[in-house]
């Protein structure tokens, strides 16, 4: 791939009301890393991230800053 894309969506974290998934903000941290790991093997280190969803807004806010601290490094 030229370009790896990440449809960053929070709203699986543990504290969120719609979805039952329990993820937590190092559990975004950890895919994010594995996400970047490819991006950097595979398309150079091109790598895009849209934010999605997220509906406890504390999660949200807290999920989306180790996400993006895992993206840069």
Do not use: C
Not at 17 to 41: D, R, W
Not at 56 to 61: C, D, F
Request: aromatic letters at 6%; hydrophobic letters at 45%.
């Amino acid at each position: 791939p030229q370009l790896v894309m990440i449809s960053a969506g929070f709203d699986a974290h543990e504290d969120d009301p719609l979805a039952n998934i329990n993820l937590t903000e190092k559990s975004f941290a950890v895919m994010t890393g594995m996400v970047a790991e490819i991006s950097t093997k595979y398309a150079s280190g091109r790598i895009v991230s849209v934010l999605e969803g997220g509906y406890n807004l504390q999660a949200l806010a807290r999920s989306v800053e180790a996400h993006l601290k895992t993206m840069s490094g």
